[in-house]
């Protein structure tokens, strides 16, 4: 199994950026996917989760409004579009799945990829 995390970069604030988790190696649509980050010095934090067909989304409060999942089966991928970049959004971007969409943990992590957000 191997989620692969893309579309990081370095954007000013205010700019929007789209992340991409490409799955293989699983049922795709067994699962539902999630996105956190991790920023330096800090804890990795919850960003958002979609369903296994993306009827459903969750996200936590500093996304609310700015990110936005969507999910592609038939790509086995799962995107996350960000508007408004903050500085503050500057983190490691980290896509996970796991079978039960409301379980704490996950079975599955991709490698993670960069944000970085200027002012």
């Known amino acids: 199994v191997q989620l692969q995390a893309s579309g990081g970069g370095l954007v000013r604030a205010g700019d929007s950026l789209r992340l991409s988790c490409a799955a293989s190696g699983l049922r795709f649509t067994s699962y539902a996917v999630a996105w956190f980050r991790q920023a330096p010095g800090k804890e990795r934090e919850f960003v958002g989760r979609v369903n296994w067909n993306g009827a459903y989304t969750e996200y936590a409060d500093f996304a609310k409004g700015r990110f936005t999942l969507s999910r592609d089966n038939a790509k086995n991928t799962v995107y996350l579009i960000m508007l408004s970049l903050k500085p503050e959004d500057t983190a490691v971007y980290f896509c996970?799945?796991?079978?039960?969409?409301?379980?704490?943990?996950?079975?599955?992590w991709g490698q993670g990829t960069l944000v970085t957000v200027s002012s």
């Open positions: 996970a799945a796991d079978k039960d969409y409301s379980s704490p943990t996950y079975d599955w």
